[in-house]
Every structure is written in C-alpha cells, then in structure tokens.
C-alpha cells in the first residue's frame, strides 16, 4: 500500500487526480461547515436571483436566488452518491459474473457473456436514458440505470483476465491440492486481476459521474430542489450568456471531478499494471 | 333567412348584425385596416422572407387537430375561417363570411359566404367545405372538439345553397360568434379524396395543406418546421412576404442568438423575463410590448384528496410568494391577477383581494384539512421556464408551510395527453390560458364549467352553482348583463381556492428591426404573418 501511494506520489497527474477526489470527498462530508449558505439547498431568495460572484455569494446565484457556491457542495454529496453506489453495484454483478463466465467454460460461460454483450451492444448513455425515462426521475433511478449500463464492462474485463490466467500453474496446483472452484476463483484469481479491477473501477467513476450528470442535465436525475450539477447546468442554459457563472461553475465541479478520477485512474495503472510496469521497464 | 333576419336578434343586436354584414362587405377595400397599404406595398416588392424561430414543435399540420398557441402558426397562415380576431382589444371580423343573421330564438345562424374564394388548389370554397369542416371538428374528439359540442350536434349543420351555411344550435350561446374563428375551413373534395378507413384525412391532412389561407406550405417536417409560400391568389389580396418559415427550436439561447445574428427574423416571446430585457437592449430588435389576456396559474386536481378540502387548496394558495415572482423573478413585466379572468377582460372584478404570501395563514389552513396530507406532485412543462420555475418556487413554500411535494417536469405533449384523463393528471400543474376568443367566457366557462372537464377545466372543478351562473351568462344575449354573472362566477372561484391564479402576461414580440407591420391580437399572438413586411 506504501509503495503504491509512494509510486503514485511519484506520478504528478495522479497526484493531482488524488488531490481532486480528495477535495471532491472533503466537500461532501464537510458540506454544511463549509457552505456559506446551507439553507440555500432548499431556500429561495428570489430578491438576490442571478448576482455575480462577490463577497456575499462567492460564485454567485442561481436562478432563484440560490447560493451557487453553497449548492455546489451539497450537489457532491449526490454525486458521490450516485457514482459510488452505481459503480459498487455494477462490481458487484459484473465480477462475479464475468469469474464464473471465464473459470467456467459451456454452455453457460457462453450465455452469461452473450447477455453482456447485448448490453455492450447498445450505447450506454442511450439505455441509460431509456431506464431512467422509464422509471422516473430520482436519485434511485439514476443508480438503477447506471448499475444496470455499467456491469457488463467489469464483466468483460474479468472474463477475460480470469480466462488468460485459469491455465497458469499457480492456478493449476490450486486445483490440484483439491480447491473448490469458489477458493480457486476468489483466493487465487480475483486477488491477481484486482489491479485491473481497481484501475476501471476508478476510471469508470469519471465515466459514470459523466453519465450521471447527463441524466441531470436531460431531467431525468434526481428531481428539484436537489442541488445536483447536471440539472443544474441545464437550468443555466435559460440564462446565458448574461447569468455565465450559472453554468460555469457546476461545469467546472464536473469537469474536475472526472479529470481526478481519470488522471487517478491512469496512475493506478502505470503502478499496478505489472505488464505495463515491465513494459516501461523495457523501455528504459 | 326568413322572417328573422330582419329583426333584433338574441345572439347579437340588430346593428351588430349589419355592422358585421357592412364590415364584410368592406373587407378588401377597406374594412380591414391598413390590408390596402400592405397589399400594395407586397404587390410593389414582391419578395420578402422571415425565418420565425418556434419553441414549439410544429407535429401535425391539421387545423383541427392542435388548438394551443404555440402551434397557431399554421392554422392562421394556411387556413382561413368564417370570422376571425384581429387586432388589440381584439375584435372579430368576417373573413369568409360577408354576412350573417341569428334567429330570435339564438338558435339558428346563416351565413352568407364570399364568393370566389379559391383553395390552394384552385377550387372553390363554398357551403359543403364549411359543413364538412365543422362535421370533421364534431367528429374526430380533438380539444377544439370541446370548443363546438356542447353547441351542436353532427349532422345538425347544413349547406343552403353553394354559399349559404346554417348552423343550428342546441341552445342560444353568447359566444358562438367568438369561437368561429377556430373553424378552420378545409378543402372537403381533397380532404375526402385521401381519407383512409373513415379517418376524416386525419393522416393525409396531418401532412399536407387543404386550405385557402395566405400561404400554401411548401415543405413539412415536425423535427424542422414548416416552409410556406404567398398565395398571391388569396381573397384578400397576396400577402406582405413571398416566404415563411416556421423553425422549430428548442432552446431560448438557439432562438435568441439566431435573433441578434439575423439567422431568425422573430421569435416567439416565451423565454424569460431576462432574455427579453436582453433583446430589448440590442439595437437591431424591436421588441414589440402590448397589453394581452393570458392567464397564469396553478391547477388543483379537485377530484383527489387532498385537493378535495377547501383548507388545503387556500393553504396551498398561501404558500405561492406572489410578489416574489412578479417583481423579482418576472422583472415586473407582468401584473398580479387574483381571479379566472384577466384584469384587463370585461366581466373580470375588480374587488377580489386574492391569496397572498402567507405561511401562518398556510399552516393555519392546514390545520383545518380534514382528510390525510401526503406528498403531492407539482408539474411544470419542460421548454417553459416560467411554468417550471414557478413550480420550483411553489415547492419552497409548500416545505416552509410543511407540505412535502415532489416537482415533475414534463413536455407539453405529454402534459396535454393527461388533461384528459383525471387519473393521470398531475396534483398540480403551472400553465397558461391563452385567449382562445375574447370573451370572459374563454377563462371563467372553459376552466370552471363542469361540462369542459379535461378540456380546460383542467381540474376536474365542480361546482352546481358556478356551472348556473356560467350557463345563464351563456344564454345572455347582451354584454352588459352578462358581465356581473362572470364576476360573480370568479368571485366564488376566487373563494372557493378553484386555482391558483398568479398574474396576466404582456406580450412581447421580438422581431428585428426590418420587420414591419407585425398586428398583435391576444388570439394568435401576433403570427399571422400575411401584415408583415420586410423593409
């Protein structure tokens, strides 16, 4: 753990990408200490509607007078909701999947991954849109939609790690002491292909916060007041360009959020990748 | 007409009757103001084209299948109809009529039709396409439907001879001469010709032009609009521009960026307040300003608890900051209305105090409902900030009052689906009504009379004594009788929590500053593009 956290200190972009998910966590968690406006998650002011940023409301208000700065803390709160439960679920369902789907080979390996497949056939975004329409806009919805878009690349992914290391000789003596194939999948394969498992995982979150904040931003998210970002850029588009800070700073929240998770991601990888690992090492 | 034409009449009184028989007969030299200059002015230039930004979507091109005002363009620019409103305060003139009479009784309607009028087709309207456009509005349950049964019954229209109409009423019905302006006059040969399976050509016509109107549409696609081109052999002469075209687009920012660069000529003014003050402020608009009657408000759902107890819908009335939204969130633009009927309409009272911003008040109320509280829906439509914005605000009252609420936004098309049916409409809902024809009627009758639930009365309000007072003002022939029957019928309304009013709109027209000659009427708000003119 020292050493990955070392590595990745090394790696300035991961750090940077670390830095902004932990700003991203310290935001959510310490919302209302560090709002100057809690109430404003649910409160309207409409005397104070659209200020510009200034000493009263540092990136200035919403629509109805809402604190954008104060919202904007609140609104990672959702985020990391969505991004975090989604993406758990989607792990969930995926890996174990796509284990079974890879240490097994037949008729079901086959069927399992011929239903991810069909998933992975259509573009996420668009089946995302058709469950979350489908099932009314909330929070819930949001993740269902997600988790349900999102499992089959885990599936995938570990099917096919499991498939390229269930004849290496480790795996074999495994087998051969007598293991249970439930032993061998999840003692002696998943701890090996958990490097890849964790590099998606933490790119997958940029993807889905994305995903997420699109939902938003079409009103399928979480309904009014809930301060999140997507909607809440979609409700600046009836005020640009005069109003720009409604816009600007929930699509800056967004954007630096999924650059931590992609930049973290990437480090992630170049640490724990060995392929890659030996592959620089070649390099040099 | 018999023995009737003669004498005052219970419908309209005897110099009514003339003027509008001179007016018609005027109409093409003068009757209609500045037509003469516009059509000499088309006739000199001959060219001229506006590209008009819609933000709502244009998904049929049948007249009697939309009656809403975001889709008006094409039904006043391809077709014409018997009378038509014009002008602010609007009046109705005759368009193919040139004449009518009523029976003593209010009954029984003629019409004496122009001749020569020709469809876009070059046929020639007369008798049979009134009966049959009127048949077909009878028939094929659309809203402007809900406009003419409660009037007549099928069959019950007759073709007298090749330009003579008789409507027959079921009972006399004050403004029956007010809603013909939305009997759009099909072309019945052609219209025939292409039904399929008894659809009354809902199919074809949803798609093509059968009318005689200023412009002949050119090029139809709901994802893109409509192109129409002058129809120079029109009665009242070619119009103004040689082109129009109507496009569709979504969003506020598109409309109003293609406005200020020119790709678009005019917009439609339902945007936000700051976006208007936005045109306003660049020297290529001309943002057009006129007082209007357009209503908006909230719907209660009166037939589910806890919409059903009168304590509940005036806590909830309480709960809306009123002066918050005019004066801040709408700029001042527009001014607080307290009742069904827009201030500026006769028939509208003057001394209804309204609901104010109260949340003691509120909880107040609310300790008085006798039946369960629960969590309860308010709708706004999607495309219409106002309407969503004002949900947004009556979301924070009602958690200031202690009445949980959950928002849904969603397009007018689905919105107008579930009108229909009381168990699918929303527990609340922000919308406008528009004027429809200028009568005290079009709020007070249409949102309150029992007889239009689902069609206006989008509530599902029911009240025995307000549904009297609307049906006596009906059968009352003479204004200033039925005036004090409308106040009385908003007063109990007003009192009775039947919705929540909040304020009547001005209208605004942005258009750039080469478009001329733009005449706003409430009814239609100011798209029938045949006066315009590009300098």
């Known amino acids: 753990m020292l050493r990955i956290l070392r590595k990745l200190a090394e790696d300035r972009a991961a750090l940077v990408g670390l830095i902004l998910i932990l700003a991203l966590i310290a935001a959510a968690i310490l919302a209302p200490l560090l709002s100057t406006h809690p109430g404003d998650v649910t409160e309207f002011h409409t005397a104070r509607r659209l200020s510009p940023p200034g000493p009263e409301n540092w990136l200035g208000t919403d629509r109805m007078g809402s604190d954008i700065y104060s919202r904007l803390l609140f609104g990672a709160r959702i985020t990391l909701t969505i991004a975090v439960t989604a993406i758990a679920v989607a792990v969930l369902i995926g890996v174990p999947m796509g284990l079974i789907a ?60 499991t498939r390229s290391i269930k004849n290496e000789p480790f795996v074999e003596a495994a087998i051969a002491l007598g293991c249970s194939p439930f032993r061998v999948m999840v003692l002696h394969i998943l701890p090996s292909i958990s490097s890849s498992i964790i590099v998606r995982t933490t790119i997958g979150m940029g993807g889905t916060i994305l995903t997420a904040a699109t939902l938003g931003f079409l009103g399928l998210g979480p309904p009014p007041p809930t301060p999140e970002w997507g909607r809440t850029i979609a409700e600046s588009r009836e005020f640009l360009p005069m109003a720009w800070w409604y816009a600007a700073f929930p699509g800056l929240a967004i954007f630096l959020v999924v650059m931590g998770f992609n930049l973290l991601g990437d480090g992630l990888r170049d640490v724990l990748d060995p392929r890659l690992r030996r592959a620089a090492r070649h390099g040099k | ?42 006739q000199a230039q001959g060219r001229g084209r506006i590209a008009f930004a819609n933000g709502s979507a244009f998904d049929t091109m049948d007249p009697h299948a939309t009656f809403d005002v975001g889709r008006v363009a094409y039904r006043l620019n391809l077709y014409d109809g018997l009378m038509r409103w014009l002008d602010n305060p609007p009046k109705i003139e005759p368009w193919l009529a040139e004449s009518y009479t009523v029976s003593e009784d209010g009954k029984r ?26 048949e077909r509005i009878l028939s094929i349950g659309k809203p402007v439907t809900a406009l003419f049964t409660p009037l007549m019954d099928r069959g019950s229209t007759k073709a007298l001879d090749r330009y003579t109409v008789e409507f027959n009423l079921k009972s006399a019905s004050a403004i029956f001469i007010a809603t013909l302006h939305d009997l759009y006059v099909v072309n019945s040969a052609l219209v025939k010709r292409n039904e399929r399976n008894g659809d009354w050509g809902q199919e074809w016509l949803s798609r093509n032009d059968a009318g005689s109107g200023s412009y002949v549409l050119q090029r139809f696609d709901p994802a893109r609009g409509f192109l129409a081109r002058r129809y120079n052999q029109h009665f009242l002469g070619p119009a103004g521009l040689e082109e129009i075209d109507f496009r569709y687009v979504a969003e506020v920012n598109s409309r109003v960026l293609g406005l200020i660069r020119g790709d678009f000529q005019g917009t439609d003014p339902y945007m936000p307040q700051d ?16 007082e209007s009657t357009r209503l908006f408000y909230a719907t209660f759902h009166h ?30 633009s527009v001014v607080r209305n307290t009742q069904v009927i827009p201030n500026p309409m006769w028939g509208a009272p003057k001394d209804v105090a309204g609901y104010t911003y109260d949340i003691d008040k509120a909880k107040w109320y609310l300790q008085r409902v006798q039946v369960p509280l629960r969590e309860i829906t308010v709708a706004g439509m999607i495309g219409y900030e106002q309407s969503m914005q004002a949900a947004a605000l009556l979301q924070n009252g009602l958690a200031r009052a202690g009445v949980q609420s959950k928002l849904l936004n969603e397009p007018f098309p689905v919105v107008s689906n579930k009108f229909r049916d009381p168990a699918q409409m929303y527990d609340m809902l922000f919308l406008w009504r528009s004027t429809y024809y200028a009568d005290p009627h079009n709020w007070a009758g249409e949102m309150l009379h029992s007889n239009r639930r689902g069609n206006g009365n989008n509530g599902y309000y029911s009240n025995p004594e307000v549904d009297r007072l609307l049906d006596q003002a009906l059968a009352t022939p003479d204004q200033a009788r039925r005036a004090p029957l409308y106040e009385q019928v908003a007063r109990i309304a007003a009192e009775d929590a039947a919705a929540l009013c909040v304020h009547n709109g001005k209208w605004y027209g942005p258009f750039r500053k080469n478009v001329q000659g733009v005449r706003f009427c409430p009814i239609g708000d100011g798209q029938e593009m045949r006066w315009l003119r590009i300098t």
Request: hydrophobic share 45%; net charge neutral.
């Open chain 2, 1 to 42: 007409m018999r023995e009737e034409s003669g004498r005052a009449t219970a419908g309209l009184r005897r110099r009514d009757v003339l003027r509008a028989g001179a007016a018609g007969a005027a109409i093409g030299t003068a009757g209609l103001p500045g037509l003469a200059q516009a059509q000499a002015q088309a």
């Open chain 2, 303 to 332: 037939q589910r608890p806890p919409f059903t107890d009168l304590n509940f819908r005036k806590a909830v009335s309480h709960c809306f900051d009123y002066d918050g939204w005019i004066n801040n969130i709408l700029g001042g």
């Open chain 2, 275 to 290: 976006q208007i003050a936005r045109l306003q402020a660049d020297p290529n608009m001309n943002v057009m300003e006129a």
């Open chain 2, 109 to 134: 309607y003629v019409f004496k039709l122009r001749q020569g009028v020709k469809f876009h087709d070059g046929s020639d309207l007369t008798a049979d396409d009134v009966v049959y456009s009127m």
């Open chain 1, 102 to 161: 890879g240490y097994y080979e037949g008729f079901g390996s086959n069927l399992l991954m011929r239903v991810s497949d069909i998933f992975l056939a259509v573009p996420q975004i668009v089946l995302a849109i058709a469950i979350a329409q489908t099932l009314g806009p909330s929070i819930e919805n949001v993740i269902l939609a997600l988790s349900a878009t999102y499992w089959p690349f885990w599936a995938r992914l570990v099917y096919a790690e």
